[in-house]
């Protein structure tokens, strides 16, 4: 199947890039995702029945730019999110959004993985950077806030399909996170 170029969206948000703002981190792992061929090819099949095999899962968690897209998605995680966008109106383009949901599709399948190899508490971590991933992305326009929405019912669907693995020590952590993230602040009425 004939993958399109990628359109590199960093250089376009971020002319003079401050490193300050995880937002740069967001679209550098995004930009990284639409460059990667394995992860193109294995996103296609991922859905259809019966499923790419553990061994395909595993090559495609270990290509070098999907690890360093995963990587620097969590570093843009650990800082302060702000917009690219100064004042943001209904017709401003955001390239990034739709990318956004390819990587959270990409969490999605790394939390698979590590159901599968019975670590559920860095599975419990990655619903964490999936849940925060998606609310921080709700920044500057009202479409951000449905993209945020979708990545968070991914990370949520596909955990839920793992409930039955959990111990009593991760429901506590489970219990902990969700705890967390119902406290901070909703970012659609900010949008609003």
Not at 115 to 138: E, Y
């Amino acid at each position: 199947t004939h993958v399109n170029p990628p359109s590199p969206n960093f250089a376009k948000l971020f002319p003079m890039p401050t490193g300050q703002n995880g937002y740069e981190e967001f679209v550098t792992a995004a930009d990284l995702t639409e460059s990667s061929r394995i992860w193109h090819m294995f996103e296609q099949v991922y859905d259809e029945q019966p499923g790419p095999t553990l061994e395909r899962t595993r090559s495609v968690l270990a290509a070098p730019k999907v690890r360093r897209a995963l990587l620097t998605l969590r570093a843009g995680l650990r800082k302060r999110i702000r917009s690219p966008r100064e004042t943001p109106e209904l017709q401003t383009l955001v390239p990034e959004l739709p990318v956004f949901r390819s990587v959270a599709r990409l969490l999605g399948v790394e939390m698979d993985e590590l159901f599968t190899d019975g670590q559920t508490s860095k599975a419990i971590d990655c619903l964490n950077d999936g849940l925060s991933f998606g609310r921080d992305v709700q920044v500057g326009t009202l479409l951000s806030g449905v993209v945020g929405l979708y990545i968070e019912n991914i990370t949520l669907s596909t955990f839920s399909h793992h409930l039955n693995q959990l111990t009593n020590r991760d429901c506590d952590k489970l219990i902990q996170v969700v705890s967390n993230h119902l406290k901070r602040p909703d970012p659609q009425i900010a949008l609003v």
